[in-house]
């Protein structure tokens, strides 16, 4: 008989340990198995299977209790590596995490259905028959569109239905064909000649004895083509390449650059299917691909011979987990690298100030990319809002830029204008009393959204009926007081009423796939204005893109979290980016109510080190990161009594930790739950995880407690 070491999959489970069951056969390490836990069936992963010869009464005394058998094997083979498994463990220490939180994170969710994939895979081609038949105009076009031996796929996307009626009409006929994975194919046709700083970037990361270099190049410096250099290379050498990019910028253009120079590429990102995630894991596993460009959580891809992975953008807050486990990308990248003997490129136009401060130190070696490829920058003037609301103007689009978007319409190119805010009004508020209205479950101004004509809690995604007066006094009207995007598009067409704009923010693009074609739309230039949230501002590389437009540049200074001035000031670099990148001058238009904000101003100079300098002396002073590490614990019920003891006796075990440890602070409430927040700072992160460690596991020992998340090195503070 063999004892088998499970870890099961449970989310309300906080015990952070493996269970033991048992089995009359040997059963793979990384298998998963169906078990039987608390009454239930649960899918559990093997994390050990030993034999032993005693039988099921010898262990029942042995163990103290009578191990179940396990109910069925999933897999065939493991799921998982040793190198896997061992990040898991490593992931679960440095974010204090459980286990198999960890491990649900790092596997795609439709691994279970891995028992029916076996054997050759086939692929369905169309052949094109020849002869004299019946068509439509359109049936027609389609048909002169397909080549022979086209993918069913493939050609399915132009119509499913029109590809019928071919296939009935007898023009087309299906055929299966086992298919072949070519090896990463290499088109070097198409690659450009790097120029003579890319090539000095290209020599330096391949030849340095670092594990990491950091690319600090300008926007429109060429970075991405010298990603995709050093791939080459590094497929040349029989290693796997991984390019991470952040969550919103796997573009339709970007996917045909990286397309164009590598046949047979992996896309890894979260608009897949379980299904096409599950297929493109295999696909690395199995060796079918070498090269992965992906969001996030390609960082975990099974992948058997690291030699680089690219974190493009490296400073963008989608590289960090927002829920359990709450993992950095780069974090997981270096522990890969190490394992692989990899190396690790990060690059950026405004780097971390922790990557930088690193850099700087020669901790990282420091890479720099100063001049565009088209060496110009665009011409960038700040707009100080305070003088044209005096004047009586539209306080969305300012005269200037009114008249700077007016030309470019003229001129026939396009334009990108950037407010990081949805929705219409982002406040609704009684004209009598003055309260505002808030959402029952949040403690969150509500919105309005008038083309659905609702009120919209954008905390928590509740929507709600415009009541007709004021619930609190009773008197009418409401008011509404801000803007967002939807209303600036309005105030848009109202002064272009002949221009084409479309919105992109999270509102129009709620459908799977509709990001991608506005963007292509924008890209053909069937569109002249694009207006949207920060969705915008990432990577886009246009060159009819004369001007960029940024409305309330500064409103996301007005939070009061420790790092919104470089948040801002990303958004705001990246935003001014897009413009005049090819052959035409171009423009950037800052409406800003502080216009003197050192934010503003190095964006005005875009000048990184006057950035930061700045905010690395306030950061000195106030120990905030890079200066010191933080773990956040946010404990959240909906029993507002439990909440505040849980809190308190949390505190009660840390407080006489060797680091600074703020008392439980409230925050506000979100979807029906209050939460509070307790914050540990300190330099040494080592020593803080294992106390935070013990602290949690004992709290969790305890019954009745709230809920309690983690979050260490956080970006922003709750
Ligand atoms: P970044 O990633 O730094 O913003 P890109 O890699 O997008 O910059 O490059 C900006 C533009 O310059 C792109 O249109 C790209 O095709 C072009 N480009 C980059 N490198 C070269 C090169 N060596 N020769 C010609 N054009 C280049
Ligand atoms: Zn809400």
Request: glycine content about 8%; overall charge negative.
């Given at each position: 008989m063999y004892l088998i070491e499970v870890y099961v999959t449970n989310a309300s489970l906080n015990v952070n340990r493996p269970f033991t069951y048992i089995y009359d056969q040997l059963i793979e390490k990384y298998c998963r198995v169906r078990v039987l836990f608390n009454r239930s069936e649960n899918t559990a992963i093997v994390s050990r299977c030993t034999y032993t010869d005693k039988n099921e009464g010898e262990l029942k005394e042995e163990l103290g209790y009578a191990p179940l058998k396990?109910?069925?094997?999933?897999?065939?083979?493991?799921?998982?590596?040793d190198e896997l498994f061992n990040l898991a463990i490593w992931l679960a220490k440095t974010t204090v995490s459980p286990l198999i939180a960890c491990l649900n994170s790092m596997?795609?969710?439709?691994?279970?259905?891995?028992?029916?994939?076996?054997g050759p895979k086939m692929v369905s081609r169309f052949h094109k028959n020849e002869g004299d038949f019946k068509l439509t105009k359109r049936q027609r076009e389609v048909y002169e569109e397909l080549y022979e031996g086209i993918e069913a796929a493939a050609a399915r996307k132009i119509s499913v239905s029109i590809i019928r009626k071919l296939i009935e009409a007898g023009a087309i006929s299906e055929y299966e064909e086992e298919a072949v994975f070519v090896n990463s194919a290499i088109d070097q046709r198409s690659f450009k000649k790097l120029t003579a700083d890319q090539e000095r970037a290209y020599e330096q990361i391949i030849n340095t004895n670092k594990m990491v270099s950091l690319l600090?190049?300008?926007?429109?410096?060429?970075k991405t083509e010298v990603y995709l250099h050093l791939a080459r290379h590094y497929l040349e050498e029989g290693k796997d390449v991984l390019i991470l990019v952040p969550e919103?910028?796997?573009?339709p253009q970007m996917i045909e650059r990286v397309k164009e120079r590598f046949s047979d590429v992996v896309f890894y990102h979260s608009e897949l299917s379980d299904q096409e995630r599950y297929e493109q894991y295999k696909r690395v596993k199995d060796k079918e691909v070498r090269i992965v460009v992906g969001t996030?959580?390609?960082?975990?891809?099974?992948?058997?011979?690291?030699?680089l992975i690219i974190i493009d953008e490296e400073h963008d807050s989608s590289y960090k987990q927002d829920n359990v486990p709450c993992y950095h990308v780069k974090n997981v990248a270096f522990k890969r690298a190490i394992d692989h003997k990899a190396k690790v490129l990060l690059a950026s136009a405004t780097p971390s100030l922790e990557s930088y401060t690193r850099a700087l130190k020669g901790d990282y070696q420091l890479l720099e990319l100063k001049e565009r490829i088209n060496h110009s920058f665009p011409q960038i003037e700040v707009i100080d809002l305070n003088r044209h609301l005096r004047n009586n103007e539209s306080y969305i689009i300012s005269k200037p830029l009114k008249n700077e978007l007016e030309k470019c319409l003229n001129e026939n190119k396009q334009a990108i204008i950037l407010l990081n805010r949805r929705g219409y009004s982002p406040i609704v508020r009684c004209s009598e009393c003055g309260s505002t209205l808030m959402c029952n479950d949040c403690d969150t101004p509500l919105n309005y959204h008038k083309d659905e004509g609702i009120l919209k809690c954008h905390q928590c995604g509740k929507i709600y009926r415009i009541p007709d007066r004021c619930p609190k006094c009773g008197h009418k009207p409401l008011l509404f007081y801000g803007f967002g995007t939807k209303k600036a598009e309005e105030e848009l067409q109202r002064l272009f009423p002949h221009a084409s704009i479309e919105r992109m923010d999270r509102d129009s693009v709620g459908r799977k796939g509709s990001h991608q074609v506005i963007l292509k739309r924008f890209e053909n230039h069937e569109t002249d204005i694009l207006i949207g949230t920060q969705m915008i501002a990432k990577g886009l590389d246009y060159p009819d893109v004369t001007l960029v437009g940024i409305l309330?540049?500064?409103?996301?200074?007005?939070?009061?979290?420790?790092?919104s001035a470089k948040v801002t000031f990303d958004l705001l670099m990246q935003a001014s980016g897009r413009s005049g990148r090819a052959d035409h001058d171009g423009k950037v238009l800052i409406q800003a109510f502080n216009p003197d904000h050192y934010v503003i101003k190095a964006v005005l100079l875009q000048d990184y080190n006057y950035f930061y300098n700045i905010e690395m002396n306030y950061r000195n002073k106030t120990s905030y990161p890079p200066y010191s590490h933080i773990i956040e614990i946010v404990l959240s019920d909906g029993d507002p009594s439990r909440v505040r003891s849980s809190a308190d006796s949390l505190y009660d075990s840390l407080k006489d930790l060797p680091f600074k440890i703020y008392r439980p602070y409230e925050l506000g409430k979100v979807k029906k739950l209050l939460r509070y927040r307790i914050l540990i700072m300190g330099k040494d992160l080592l020593a803080m995880l294992k106390n935070t460690h013990e602290a949690i596991d004992a709290y969790i020992a305890k019954r009745n407690m709230s809920r309690v998340k983690i979050d260490v090195d956080p970006l922003y503070l709750e």
């Open positions: 396990i109910v069925e094997v999933i897999d065939e083979e493991p799921v998982m590596s596997l795609p969710k439709a691994l279970k259905t891995s028992r029916n994939l076996s600090f190049g300008v926007t429109g410096s060429g919103i910028s796997l573009t996030r959580s390609a960082i975990f891809l099974p992948f058997s011979s690291l030699g309330n540049a500064d409103a996301g200074l007005m939070h009061q979290d420790y790092n």
